[in-house]
């Protein structure tokens, strides 16, 4: 069975600063998404970045990069920049490609707070 | 139409009442999901729905739940004989799924806080 874990409940940074958050998952499977999602207290989840596994580049939105490592099953998250509206807790999320599929794998989550 | 929503957004009960949750999903999309997420955890598939078609669900989905998903739109999850067990974070989320494609980004909706006391 797949699995995603995430190893770091908490993670501060300060303002304007860069943290990265960890992602290690379990899976078989030679073809898959990994995706970051990030929940804001009291508020939905909205995607953060995604991951395809075919593909070697790593995935970049704007302050937001990944370090997709096939190899070692790691998809940590880098945050540039840090600002007050990054604090909220981020879910690492595997999916496989497979057509009779359809679900989310997720970590427990990493709160990251973000200190002025 | 501005995203996924649900109701209630709060909902207490008793212990062994029945409730029922809707969700909305974003109007173009086809494909509709339930999970449950439970304190410090990560959300939990639970089921999911092509149009009015329900493709696969998890074992965490017990005889004491029914999703249902009639005209292909909204869907209801209903929890029956509710059980402190069943206290959770409801949240649906919708993609949109061309023919055999895999479907895309899941968009979530705010969830339904479900306590059962």
């Known amino acids: 069975a797949q699995t995603v874990t995430q190893s770091q409940p908490e993670m501060s940074v300060q303002e304007a600063e860069t943290v990265t958050l960890s992602c290690t998952y379990d899976?078989?499977?030679?073809?898959?998404?990994l995706f970051w999602y990030k929940q804001p207290p009291s508020r939905q989840m909205i995607l953060v970045i995604r991951?395809?596994?075919?593909?070697?580049q790593n995935a970049t939105e704007n302050r937001f990069s990944v370090n997709f490592q096939k190899a070692a099953k790691s998809f940590s998250l880098k945050i540039s920049d840090s600002q007050l509206g990054d604090a909220a807790m981020y879910f690492c999320a595997y999916r496989p490609r497979a057509l009779n599929t359809d679900k989310l794998i997720f970590g427990t989550g990493t709160r990251l707070q973000v200190f002025p | 139409d501005t995203g996924v929503s649900q109701n209630p957004r709060h909902k207490i009960t008793k212990r062994g009442q029945n409730v029922t949750f809707r969700c909305d999903p974003i109007s173009e999309h086809n494909r509709l999901y339930w999970y449950r997420q439970t304190l410090g955890q990560g959300p939990e598939f639970l089921t999911y729905?092509?149009?009015?078609?329900?493709?696969?669900k998890s074992r965490l989905l017990s005889d004491r739940f029914s999703a249902e998903r009639p005209k292909g739109s909204f869907s209801t999850l209903e929890i029956q004989r509710t059980e402190q067990g069943d206290s959770a974070m409801y949240l649906c989320?919708?993609?949109?799924?061309?023919?055999?494609?895999?479907?895309?980004?899941?968009?979530f909706g705010p969830g339904t806080r479900l306590t059962v006391l």
């Open positions: 729905f092509q149009n009015e078609a329900q493709l696969e």
């Open positions: 991951q395809e596994a075919y593909k070697q």
């Open positions: 899976t078989s499977e030679s073809d898959y998404y």
């Open positions: 989320a919708s993609s949109l799924a061309f023919g055999n494609r895999v479907a895309d980004t899941q968009y």
